[in-house]
C-alpha cells in the first residue's frame, strides 16, 4: 500500500480508489434511537460507504457553566444557548454505539466515531472501530492526538480553521506517536459553510504536500461543492446525513436529506469515471463515430484522364475516402478509370504516387 493510501475494513481509500462518502449523523438522531437505525438504513440505501457518530458526553466537552465564556455567541446558529445544553441536546448515547456498529455493519456500512476525549479513544478502541476521526476543533488538543496515535489505528483529520503550521503539527505528532496512515480533510468550520469560503484548492496543495489521501468535510448546503472536490482529487467526502431537515436538531439546517445525498453519491460516481485518465486516442465509445469525420469524395462523375479539381472532389462527411489533408496533393492528379459521384477517394483511383 502506498503513503497516499489508507485502508478502511476491507476498503483502500487513496490515489486510484473510488471516492469514499461518510454519512455524519452527529445530533440527527434527535435522542432517537429509532431514528438513528432509520438514519443508518437510509444512509445505506442512498449510497454511503460509511456512516459516522460523535463520540462525547456534554461532562467530556465542556463545563456547566453560566460564566460569559460558555454561552454560544449571538452570530451562531445555536446562539441562547449555553455549551453544556448544545452538547446535551446533540450527544449519543455511549450505550448506542455498540447497538448501531451492529445495525452498520448488518447492511454493509462501516461505522466509526470522532472521539473529543481520552476515554471515548478508549470506549471506541474496545467496540474495534477501523479508523479515527479528529475533528477540526480537536486537531490542536496535542494530548488526545497521541492517545488517538496509540491505537496505531488510521487516523483521518479535518483541518478547518487550521493554519498550515498547525496542521504540520498535528501530522507530525501523529506520525510521531505510531499512526502510519493519514487522512487530510479539507473543511470550513462554518455551519452552513458558504461555498465562497471553501477554497478547494487546497486539496491538491494538501496531497502534494503531505502525500497522504485527501478528502472533504463538507458543511454547504448541496452536493455540488462535494462534486467539485472530487475533480480534485478528494479522495474522501463526508457529510451530515439527515432523514427530513424539518425534523430540526442542532445539525439540521446543513445536513442533507436521502435524496439529495444519493443524487450527490451517482454524480460522484459519474464524475469518478469522467475524469479517467490522460488519453488522446479515440476510445471505444469513439470509434464508431470516426465514419462520420470528414474526407475526400469525388462529387462529380469523372471520365478517365480527366483532372482532379475543386469542382469534382471536396471535403465531406462520412469518413471512408482519404483524409482532408491530402486535398492538395490530390488536385491536378488525372482519373485512371470512370469514378462515380459519391465515390470516396482512394490513391488508386488517380495516376502517380500519393500519401504520406
Not at 499512526?179 to 480533510?185: N, Q, S, V
Not at 475526400?296 to 462523375?301: A, K, N, S, T, W
Amino acid at each position: 500500500m502506498n503513503q497516499n493510501q489508507m485502508k478502511i475494513g476491507d476498503r483502500l481509500i487513496g490515489e486510484g480508489q473510488p471516492c469514499y462518502i461518510v454519512a455524519e449523523i452527529s445530533a440527527n438522531h434527535n435522542q432517537s434511537f429509532e431514528n438513528a437505525e432509520k438514519i443508518i438504513h437510509a444512509a445505506k440505501k442512498a449510497g454511503a460507504d460509511a456512516v459516522k457518530l460523535q463520540t462525547y458526553t456534554p461532562e467530556t466537552m465542556t463545563l456547566d457553566c453560566e460564566r460569559e465564556d460558555f454561552q454560544i455567541p449571538s452570530d451562531s446558529i445555536w446562539s441562547g444557548k449555553k455549551l453544556f445544553e448544545l452538547y446535551a441536546e446533540a450527544y449519543t448515547p455511549w450505550d448506542w454505539h455498540p447497538k448501531l456498529q451492529r445495525i452498520a455493519h448488518d447492511c454493509g456500512l462501516e461505522f466509526f466515531s470522532t472521539p473529543f476525549d481520552e476515554t471515548a479513544v478508549d470506549f471506541l478502541e474496545n467496540l474495534r472501530i477501523p479508523v479515527f476521526k479528529v475533528a477540526s476543533f480537536e486537531i490542536v488538543d496535542l494530548p488526545l492526538l497521541k492517545k488517538i496515535a496509540g491505537t496505531g489505528k488510521p487516523v483521518i483529520v479535518s483541518t478547518g480553521m487550521s493554519s498550515l503550521a498547525e496542521i504540520e503539527e498535528a501530522v507530525a505528532t501523529l506520525r510521531k506517536e505510531g499512526t502510519k496512515e493519514i487522512a487530510l480533510l479539507k473543511c470550513t468550520s462554518a455551519y452552513p459553510a458558504s461555498p465562497s469560503g471553501m477554497n478547494l484548492l487546497s486539496i491538491p496543495y494538501l496531497s502534494k504536500s503531505y502525500n497522504v489521501p485527501i478528502g472533504l468535510s463538507d458543511h454547504t448546503l448541496g452536493g455540488h461543492v462535494a462534486i467539485a472536490a472530487v475533480t480534485l482529487g478528494a479522495n474522501i467526502v463526508e457529510k451530515h446525513f439527515i432523514l427530513s431537515r424539518s425534523d430540526g436538531g442542532p445539525d439540521s439546517s446543513f445536513s442533507m436529506e436521502p435524496e439529495e445525498f444519493s443524487h450527490m453519491v451517482t454524480a460522484i460516481r459519474d464524475v469518478e469515471q469522467a475524469l479517467g485518465g490522460i488519453s488522446f486516442e479515440p476510445n471505444s465509445e469513439e470509434q464508431k463515430s470516426l465514419c462520420f469525420r470528414r474526407s475526400l469524395f469525388v462529387v462529380q462523375d469523372v471520365q478517365p484522364g480527366e483532372q482532379m479539381t475543386f469542382k469534382n472532389v471536396r471535403s465531406i462527411r462520412p469518413g471512408y475516402g482519404l483524409a482532408p489533408k491530402f486535398l492538395e496533393q490530390i488536385l491536378g492528379k488525372r482519373a485512371k478509370k470512370p469514378i462515380q459521384k459519391g465515390t470516396p477517394l482512394s490513391w488508386g483511383l488517380v495516376d502517380g504516387e500519393g500519401g504520406a
